[in-house]
């Protein structure tokens, strides 16, 4: 059972514009939710995370908001860049949970293109 | 600090064969998981560890082995290798102790297929 969804397979962007990529999860005990890239032949990388003691963290052109009445978050990218162009993972854990255990979704494929 | 490595990057098996692949961590980190990540499945987790002599099974654990007699070392082992198994395998690290607690440090992953 997926606990972390994210039913955007894709997202094509172009350069300069805003890319909006969506998470819904569905256990309502997470309370710490990430956003890891990952570029082809290499491993995920750490990119945002937001307690859900906020509903907004922003750093740099990152901005991931939380709504935590409707189990969603969303990671923002503006201004969209050609780099940018990888696969986004949603995450999620609890700090009750089994000692850092994360739950990832299926990912979205970003593309950006001049 | 090398991080998280992993070895070997690729490497190809007959169903049936036995294999070992290695992770490797730097960092002192506690807790060590390994995922494997399909087209269109995401991360899956395989099994993890939250100190050296302490494994538990994640949610697709058929198939492959762990230990963990040091901090630093997390090698999954696949008894008899399936045509199934064939994936991506990502090895990760995180700290249990202080700020950052949740983040995640991944290797740059194995590529298996199983013929």
């Known amino acids: 059972d997926q606990q972390v969804k994210q039913n955007s397979p894709s997202l094509s962007v172009q350069e300069g514009r805003i890319s909006i990529l969506n998470c819904d999860y569905t256990?309502?005990?997470?309370?710490?939710f990430l956003w890891y890239k990952k570029y082809p032949a290499e491993g995920p990388t750490f990119l945002i995370s937001?307690?859900?003691?906020?509903d907004k963290n922003e750093d740099g052109r990152f901005t991931v908001f939380l709504n935590k009445s409707a189990k969603h978050l969303s990671l923002h990218i503006v201004p969209s860049q050609p780099g940018d162009s990888a696969v986004y993972f949603c995450?999620?854990?609890?700090?009750?949970?089994?000692?850092?255990?994360?739950?990832f979704g299926r990912g979205t494929q970003l593309t950006v293109w001049p | 600090n090398a991080g998280v490595t992993q070895t070997p990057k690729f490497q190809v098996l007959k169903t049936g064969q036995s294999m070992t692949l290695q992770c490797a961590q730097d960092?002192?980190?506690?807790?060590m998981s390994w995922y494997r990540q399909d087209p269109g499945m995401g991360l899956r987790l395989i099994h993890y560890?939250?100190?050296?002599?302490?494994?538990d099974q994640g949610e697709v654990p058929n198939g492959y082995n762990v230990s963990r007699s040091t901090t630093e070392d997390f090698p999954l082992r696949l008894l008899s290798a399936a045509p199934s198994q064939t994936s991506v395998y990502f090895c990760?690290?995180?700290?249990?102790?202080?700020?950052?607690?949740?983040?995640?440090?991944f290797g740059p992953g194995t590529r298996l297929t199983v013929l």
């Open positions: 990760a690290s995180s700290t249990r102790i202080g700020p950052g607690t949740d983040t995640q440090y």
């Open positions: 256990n309502s005990m997470f309370d710490y």
């Open positions: 937001i307690s859900s003691i906020k």
């Open positions: 995450a999620a854990t609890y700090r009750g949970s089994t000692l850092g255990r994360l739950y």
């Open positions: 960092m002192n980190h506690e807790y």
């Open positions: 560890s939250v100190g050296a002599g302490i494994t």
